[in-house]
């Protein structure tokens, strides 16, 4: 129930704010969130990461990791408030100062959540953390629609982004009864380093991977091509947050669980990256084939320019989800050299594509992108397999198993589309719904028929999602 409602929210919020603000709007806001979003990585330079990695903590641990997270965040927060005029500068929009100012004021608070955030992990307490995002997520995205509605246009991005974090912050101390202590070792901080640094390093690459686009349109090509591309980047990654996320946060813990027995290890990821990309995968095809009546009818006319990019974003994405599961496996199992390579060639690889789709403008830029997750697939299951001895061509196997079913199930809905559009007195609305619909059942059918297995996992998810318990790895 608490990840319906913050399936909801979320969508709702984005379907609003779309309506409200212009791309220019979304554009600008934009501009100031992605270098937030390169800041919010330093709060925690991986520290958490290796408080859920560690078989064992002690206080030492959680108050040391405490005590140097709040150190930094109160310094980003200065630095922040301080650079914000060249952030400014660098987008040439003058507003974008006033943003940055205000979200750096969020850096501290943000930071002070760290372990806690950490710890509810380490538990697999994911229904906890269910509960506070979707508070948080409900509390910012309504406070988002009033100062819209108030006419304030991109603070009402900045806003949902502000009450969202602090809303976070003060759930998880409220939802953990850890408290930190005077307690500072330098020692335990030596050592939770020496596997968090080279994560920590792994995070800002892959920031890189997933904000260096948005950047570089911001730059070079302005705020409304920015909220044009945000909007369908966004869009884009709905099925991958809202059906995969919530998985992806589950099995990271428990691969850590079983790290040390190799054989059990691999058939629970195997597993994972089976029902991962079936879960995913379809969603992904989904927006391709219907994004023509997707992004007018919920956003608006004057979002037309996303369709183009959302279409080829997704075929990016879809290739993605072949790869959603290697961080979590090798910090499972503390292979954190892995973790560095595997992100540095995306990106090498993912970098040389936005500058090389540039020129083509948000278009360019997408399809570069995509083509650059397909090229990443393959040494991106090499690193990762030959890091924690598991077999290549199996791992392969896995993760493309499912893409036939999506694939002909997106066929099909293509097909059924083509037909609807001769209907010309058919609503757009009704087509979309038909569409998709009939994607939804033939893709069940062709799972249902062809991998029953993999249909027993999903349902299996979604009962104990429901109930509340952690997904059972195989023995």
Not at 7 to 30: C, E, K
Not at 224 to 246: D, E, H, I, R, V
Not at 248 to 276: C, M, N, Y
């Amino acid at each position: 129930m608490t990840r319906a409602v913050s399936i909801v929210t979320r969508g709702l919020v984005i379907v609003l704010l779309a309506r409200l603000l212009t791309p220019a709007d979304y554009g600008v806001a934009g501009m100031a969130l992605v270098v937030t979003s390169f800041v919010m990585i330093l709060t925690d330079p991986a520290l958490g990461a290796a408080l859920i990695q560690r078989p064992t903590i002690d206080e030492r641990d959680r108050s040391t990791v405490f005590w140097i997270a709040a150190g930094i965040g109160a310094m980003l927060t200065i630095l922040g408030v301080g650079a914000s005029g060249l952030v400014a500068d660098f987008f040439g929009e003058d507003q974008v100062q006033n943003l940055f100012t205000a979200t750096s004021l969020c850096f501290f608070p943000i930071s002070l959540s760290v372990v806690h955030r950490a710890l509810l992990a380490r538990k697999l307490a994911y229904r906890s953390l269910e509960i506070r995002d979707m508070i948080a997520i409900v509390t910012g995205g309504a406070i988002a629609v009033v100062v819209a509605l108030a006419g304030f246009g991109p603070w009402a991005v900045v806003a949902n982004f502000i009450a969202y974090s602090l809303t976070s912050t003060v759930l998880v101390w409220l939802l953990m009864d850890w408290r930190p202590r005077a307690v500072f070792s330098t020692d335990r901080a030596h050592r939770l380093s020496g596997f968090s640094m080279r994560i920590f390093a792994a995070t800002i690459l892959s920031w890189g991977t997933q904000n260096l686009d948005k950047v570089l349109v911001g730059r070079f090509l302005g705020a409304p091509a920015l909220g044009a591309y945000s909007l369908a980047y966004s869009a884009m990654f709905l099925p991958m947050t809202l059906l995969g996320q919530p998985f992806h946060q589950v099995v990271g813990p428990a691969f850590s669980r079983i790290q040390g027995d190799t054989a059990r290890l691999e058939r629970a990821w195997l597993r994972s990256k089976r029902l991962s990309v079936a879960i995913v995968a379809p969603g992904m095809l989904a927006l391709v084939v219907v994004a023509p009546d997707f992004v007018p009818v919920v956003f608006g006319e004057k979002w037309d320019d996303a369709v183009a990019p959302l279409q080829v974003l997704c075929l990016g994405g879809l290739a993605s989800s072949l790869t959603n599961l290697h961080w979590s496996v090798l910090q499972a199992r503390g292979e954190a050299a892995a973790v560095l390579r595997l992100t540095i060639v995306s990106l090498v690889l993912t970098l040389s594509a936005f500058v090389a789709g540039l020129h083509w403008g948000i278009v360019g830029v997408a399809a570069f992108y995509a083509a650059a997750r397909w090229v990443y697939v393959v040494p991106s299951t090499l690193i990762t397999t030959r890091a924690v001895s598991f077999d290549f061509w199996r791992t392969l196997r896995a993760g493309a198993g499912m893409l036939p079913a999506a694939i002909g199930a997106a066929a099909v809905a293509a097909a059924e589309r083509q037909l609807l559009l001769l209907e010309t007195a058919l609503p757009q609305q009704a087509r979309l719904a038909l569409v998709s619909v009939g994607m939804v059942l033939v893709y069940g059918a062709i799972v249902l028929l062809f991998a029953p297995a993999v249909a027993r996992d999903i349902k299996q998810v979604i009962h104990r999602r429901a109930g509340g318990s952690s997904l059972r790895q195989p023995t």
